[in-house]
């Protein structure tokens, strides 16, 4: 174990790494573009240098591996000189485009400069102008000039996604980032590279312009687009959720995540919601409080006895919810008939080799282990068998809905019972579909609460509350305790109501904190 | 209370009091009436009073050359406004050299307090405070400026043109 001082600040490190790694171990602070904890290094970018003691040029810390004895500083005006004149160089022909760029507040030439630029130009020579807003496929837009060409994109496309589409074009100052002859860019982790880009070269089309990220705050959580569960960062405000970045985590995601998790927010933002409980009464939908559904379906549900109700629950809920859910249908329903809704059961086992899997549930796993407990679950082909034994049927529905595209064709099936109580997060249009005697309870969904989701492997991870979203929507376990017919103190809800509600309309309307 | 009352004060008795107010009104009214022209009030709303072209008063948007909205939707005046009182909502213009609009850009002016700091924020001199002071409305709805009125006003003669221009921008490379 080689000891090693930085800075002044002595620390012994792992055989191998480089001095860059030292640093961040040490939190201290170093310039870079290039190198990136999940890529390969290139030391392009010649930012991240280092005087070492007893040589007699500056390093690049990305390139050097430490060495026992090591006396290494990157604060002596040797460094910052060099780093401010680095930073020169890059942005030479980098346009003035702040303003309208993606990437102002979280772009690292801006707070590189701010660390260590602060100088004025030397360069009397015109910017060389290159193409702007380049679309490049179903998510991405690409700005050639921001492109400072650390290479961090092409790396990940070749280390990572594997899918070789980036590239590096032309010489000396025309070189260009891109794909051959345009090319979309459209693979499953096409979007890490916007994460990646420290400049606003690679936009996202999905948030491009939607919101400054000054605005936006953020808080880790656990995306529940597939069962593999990557650790997230959901950055919202009081409009909503407006993106989510991979938060890193060695033993699930590392540094990425897929684009379709990235969409995630979307159900989970209020246009897709269900604000109202609703229930069908003669042919005709009404809308109550989401406690007044809950209290009505279980009303309902037990003028039914036991063998009559059958129960279907789907991986979407947390393993403290599910327990308390199925407990309930075991115990309180008394019914052995619980079945186990998925997705895609003939895909159900997929998996791309990098992060995506077939089973759409972040908690399939804790639902399995939570039937087991209890010694119950079938499939949905086993409710189909024996619908015509039952009368009703309680629905943990999916939170996110996309996930699950024959969901019409699976409420046409349940429309044949003479009860549906069905507690769901989205409003969808197929819910029309469902007879009298139908209640749609609203849940909370993955950002509103807290809890822990199993993911495939086995790996029990918590989620926290972000944010609230919609206040009275209720989660599983409270749905549960109206459905016996206790009562839920909502007080605490209302008094978050009112903070918004007090605030000025542009206050809660743009979006302030 | 800050008024001590002595007793027996002179200022304490009616009428001296009123009669060398009514003194001073009669002086400056015969005053008045023989010297009109310097006469400090004014005959409002008949009658109005020009500021400075540097007053800041009512907020305008400026436009280009081609008549369209300057500003690029940086949001930065929202960002420094104190009463938070901007609201943009940004668009992808089909413009590529644009990239970047307001579809919406609202000011509460009854929030505002017109401390001008939209202005000194403002990287493209898109928002300005104009001359112009007086705004009456009918309810609370008329305060809320959009684009229409913050860059199309009829006042403005179909809008007041930036200094800063993209094609001379462009020209000298930067
Ligand atoms: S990449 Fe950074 S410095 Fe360049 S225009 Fe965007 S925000 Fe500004
Ligand atoms: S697009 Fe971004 S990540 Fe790719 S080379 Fe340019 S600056 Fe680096
Ligand atoms: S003048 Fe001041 S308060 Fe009014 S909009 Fe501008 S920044 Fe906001
Ligand atoms: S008025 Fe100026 S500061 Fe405000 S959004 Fe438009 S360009 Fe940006
Ligand atoms: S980070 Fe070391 S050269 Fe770029």
Redesign the pocket.
């Given at each position: 174990m080689p000891k090693i001082t930085l800075n002044g600040k002595s620390i012994e490190v792992a055989d191998g790494i480089t001095i860059i790694e030292a640093y961040k171990q040490l939190d201290e602070p170093i310039a870079h573009y290039c190198w990136h904890p999940g890529l390969t290094i290139a030391g392009v970018c010649r930012l991240c240098v280092v005087e070492i003691e007893g040589n007699p040029r500056l390093q690049i810390a990305c390139n050097t591996v430490v060495q026992d004895g090591m006396v290494v500083n990157n604060n002596s005006e040797k460094v910052k000189t060099a780093v401010k004149w680095g930073l020169d160089f890059h942005l030479i022909n980098h346009p003035l485009d702040c303003?309208i760029c993606d990437q102002a507040g979280e772009c690292e030439l801006q707070n590189q400069y701010m660390e260590f630029g602060k100088y004025d130009p030397e360069m009397a020579e015109h910017k060389v102008k290159k193409r702007k807003v380049v679309d490049l496929g179903e998510r991405i837009v690409l700005d050639t000039e921001r492109c400072i060409l650390c290479s961090r994109c092409v790396r990940f496309t070749n280390e990572v996604s594997k899918t070789n589409e980036l590239g590096i074009f032309n010489r000396g100052d025309r070189s260009e980032v891109g794909t051959f002859e345009d090319k979309p860019l459209n693979n499953k982790y096409s979007v890490n590279t916007v994460d990646i880009c420290p400049v606003g070269a690679l936009t996202s089309k999905d948030f491009r312009f939607r919101q400054r990220v000054w605005y936006l705050k953020d808080k880790p959580s656990i995306c529940t687009g597939c069962s593999t569960g990557c650790s997230v960062n959901v950055y919202y405000n009081e409009e909503g959720i407006f993106r989510l970045k991979p938060r890193f985590n060695k033993d699930v995601n590392g540094y990425w995540m897929c684009d379709e998790g990235r969409d995630i927010y979307k159900h989970i933002n209020k246009e897709n919601r269900m604000v109202r409980g609703r229930y069908k009464k003669d042919g005709a939908w009404c809308s109550t409080l989401p406690l007044e559904t809950a209290k009505k379906a279980g009303e309902k549900l037990r003028t039914y006895s036991a063998d009559q109700i059958a129960v279907l629950v789907t991986g979407q809920y947390t393993n403290e919810e599910l327990d308390v859910f199925v407990n309930y249908a075991v115990n309180k329903l008394g019914t052995k008939n619980i079945f186990h809704w998925k997705n895609n059961p003939d895909g159900w086992n997929e998996f791309d080799g990098l992060l995506l899997r077939g089973d759409k549930n972040p908690n399939s796993k804790g639902l399995q282990k939570v039937l087991q407990k209890h010694t119950v679950g079938g499939e949905w082909k086993d409710l189909v068998n024996q619908i015509d034994k039952f009368k009703a049927v309680v629905v943990a529905g999916p939170e996110n809905l996309q996930a699950y595209p024959d969901l019409k064709e699976k409420i046409g099936t349940l429309a044949r019972l003479e009860c549906v109580v069905w507690a769901t997060a989205d409003d969808n249009i197929a819910f029309e579909g469902l007879m009298d005697f139908t209640y749609l309870i609203p849940q909370k969904t993955s950002v509103e609460k807290s809890g822990h989701f199993t993911n495939y492997n086995g790996l029990e991870q918590k989620v926290d509350v972000v944010t609230t979203l919609l206040s009275d929507s209720l989660n599983l376990e409270e749905t549960v305790e109206l459905l016996v017919g206790e009562s839920v103190d909502m007080s605490q809800r209302e008094k978050e109501d009112m903070h918004v509600m007090k605030k000025n309309y542009f206050t809660t309307e743009r979006g302030r904190l | 209370m800050s008024i001590v009352k002595k007793p027996g004060a002179i200022s304490n008795w009616y009428l001296p009091g009123i009669i060398s107010g009514m003194i001073f009104t009669l002086r400056k009214m015969i005053y008045n009436i023989f010297h009109k022209d310097k006469m400090p009030t004014l005959n409002y709303p008949e009658e109005k009073y020009e500021y400075s072209p540097r007053f800041k008063g009512q907020h305008v948007?400026t436009v280009k050359k081609d008549g369209s909205i300057?500003?690029?939707?940086?949001?930065?005046?929202?960002?420094?406004c104190p009463a938070q009182c901007?609201k943009?909502v940004?668009a992808e213009s089909e413009d590529p050299s644009v990239e970047k609009y307001?579809i919406n850009?609202e000011i509460d002016v009854l929030r505002c307090v017109y401390c001008g700091y939209?202005e000194e924020?403002?990287?493209?001199?898109?928002?300005r405070m104009g001359p112009e002071w007086q705004k009456p409305g009918a309810n609370g709805s008329n305060f809320t400026y959009d684009i229409q009125e913050l860059a199309y006003r009829p006042q403005l003669k179909g809008g007041i043109e930036s200094r800063l221009d993209e094609q001379e921008r462009h020209d000298f490379g930067i």
């Amino acid at each position: 174990m080689p000891k090693i001082t930085l800075n002044g600040k002595s620390i012994e490190v792992a055989d191998g790494i480089t001095i860059i790694e030292a640093y961040k171990q040490l939190d201290e602070p170093i310039a870079h573009y290039c190198w990136h904890p999940g890529l390969t290094i290139a030391g392009v970018c010649r930012l991240c240098v280092v005087e070492i003691e007893g040589n007699p040029r500056l390093q690049i810390a990305c390139n050097t591996v430490v060495q026992d004895g090591m006396v290494v500083n990157n604060n002596s005006e040797k460094v910052k000189t060099a780093v401010k004149w680095g930073l020169d160089f890059h942005l030479i022909n980098h346009p003035l485009d702040c303003p309208i760029c993606d990437q102002a507040g979280e772009c690292e030439l801006q707070n590189q400069y701010m660390e260590f630029g602060k100088y004025d130009p030397e360069m009397a020579e015109h910017k060389v102008k290159k193409r702007k807003v380049v679309d490049l496929g179903e998510r991405i837009v690409l700005d050639t000039e921001r492109c400072i060409l650390c290479s961090r994109c092409v790396r990940f496309t070749n280390e990572v996604s594997k899918t070789n589409e980036l590239g590096i074009f032309n010489r000396g100052d025309r070189s260009e980032v891109g794909t051959f002859e345009d090319k979309p860019l459209n693979n499953k982790y096409s979007v890490n590279t916007v994460d990646i880009c420290p400049v606003g070269a690679l936009t996202s089309k999905d948030f491009r312009f939607r919101q400054r990220v000054w605005y936006l705050k953020d808080k880790p959580s656990i995306c529940t687009g597939c069962s593999t569960g990557c650790s997230v960062n959901v950055y919202y405000n009081e409009e909503g959720i407006f993106r989510l970045k991979p938060r890193f985590n060695k033993d699930v995601n590392g540094y990425w995540m897929c684009d379709e998790g990235r969409d995630i927010y979307k159900h989970i933002n209020k246009e897709n919601r269900m604000v109202r409980g609703r229930y069908k009464k003669d042919g005709a939908w009404c809308s109550t409080l989401p406690l007044e559904t809950a209290k009505k379906a279980g009303e309902k549900l037990r003028t039914y006895s036991a063998d009559q109700i059958a129960v279907l629950v789907t991986g979407q809920y947390t393993n403290e919810e599910l327990d308390v859910f199925v407990n309930y249908a075991v115990n309180k329903l008394g019914t052995k008939n619980i079945f186990h809704w998925k997705n895609n059961p003939d895909g159900w086992n997929e998996f791309d080799g990098l992060l995506l899997r077939g089973d759409k549930n972040p908690n399939s796993k804790g639902l399995q282990k939570v039937l087991q407990k209890h010694t119950v679950g079938g499939e949905w082909k086993d409710l189909v068998n024996q619908i015509d034994k039952f009368k009703a049927v309680v629905v943990a529905g999916p939170e996110n809905l996309q996930a699950y595209p024959d969901l019409k064709e699976k409420i046409g099936t349940l429309a044949r019972l003479e009860c549906v109580v069905w507690a769901t997060a989205d409003d969808n249009i197929a819910f029309e579909g469902l007879m009298d005697f139908t209640y749609l309870i609203p849940q909370k969904t993955s950002v509103e609460k807290s809890g822990h989701f199993t993911n495939y492997n086995g790996l029990e991870q918590k989620v926290d509350v972000v944010t609230t979203l919609l206040s009275d929507s209720l989660n599983l376990e409270e749905t549960v305790e109206l459905l016996v017919g206790e009562s839920v103190d909502m007080s605490q809800r209302e008094k978050e109501d009112m903070h918004v509600m007090k605030k000025n309309y542009f206050t809660t309307e743009r979006g302030r904190l | 209370m800050s008024i001590v009352k002595k007793p027996g004060a002179i200022s304490n008795w009616y009428l001296p009091g009123i009669i060398s107010g009514m003194i001073f009104t009669l002086r400056k009214m015969i005053y008045n009436i023989f010297h009109k022209d310097k006469m400090p009030t004014l005959n409002y709303p008949e009658e109005k009073y020009e500021y400075s072209p540097r007053f800041k008063g009512q907020h305008v948007l400026t436009v280009k050359k081609d008549g369209s909205i300057r500003c690029t939707a940086c949001m930065l005046c929202a960002t420094n406004c104190p009463a938070q009182c901007i609201k943009i909502v940004a668009a992808e213009s089909e413009d590529p050299s644009v990239e970047k609009y307001p579809i919406n850009y609202e000011i509460d002016v009854l929030r505002c307090v017109y401390c001008g700091y939209c202005e000194e924020a403002c990287p493209v001199d898109a928002i300005r405070m104009g001359p112009e002071w007086q705004k009456p409305g009918a309810n609370g709805s008329n305060f809320t400026y959009d684009i229409q009125e913050l860059a199309y006003r009829p006042q403005l003669k179909g809008g007041i043109e930036s200094r800063l221009d993209e094609q001379e921008r462009h020209d000298f490379g930067i």
